[in-house]
């Protein structure tokens, strides 16, 4: 069983950068995907970034396209979200979230291990 611990969240004004960090413990993780999902508050749960472990596949939702880059450090076990560009709508709780498989799925319910959430702010 996998377990994910995210951080790197807080406050940092419109245009600044932040890089989440997500460290995976507990699973060998060359048989998982990687997700990154945020969810606002009175939103639902959107998808984020999305990475194949084994082949460093990624996949971006189209809002953070072009701004937010996740990767991964084999050594480390740690998966990444760089986030730059950042917009007051980027605010919300993030997470990590981890399934086995071998494609980047968008619908939470299909990712199996979860982080505790961290929290992003950006002001105007």
């Known amino acids: 069983q996998v377990q994910l611990v995210e951080s790197g969240g807080g406050l940092v004004q419109a245009g600044g950068s932040l890089r989440l960090s997500c460290a995976a413990s507990g699973g060998t993780l060359s048989r998982y995907v990687m997700g990154w999902f945020r969810q606002a508050p009175g939103k639902e749960r959107e998808f984020v970034a999305g990475l194949i472990w084994s082949r460093g596949r990624t996949h971006y939702a189209d809002s953070v396209k072009g701004r937010f880059t996740i990767s991964r450090d084999n050594a480390k076990n740690t998966v990444y979200l760089q986030m730059d560009d950042l917009k007051p709508e980027d605010t919300a709780v993030y997470y990590c979230?981890?399934?086995?498989?071998?494609?980047?799925?968008?619908?939470?319910?299909?990712?199996?291990?979860w982080g505790q959430g961290t929290q992003v702010t950006v002001s105007s």
């Open positions: 979230a981890a399934r086995i498989g071998m494609e980047v799925q968008i619908a939470g319910g299909n990712y199996d291990y």
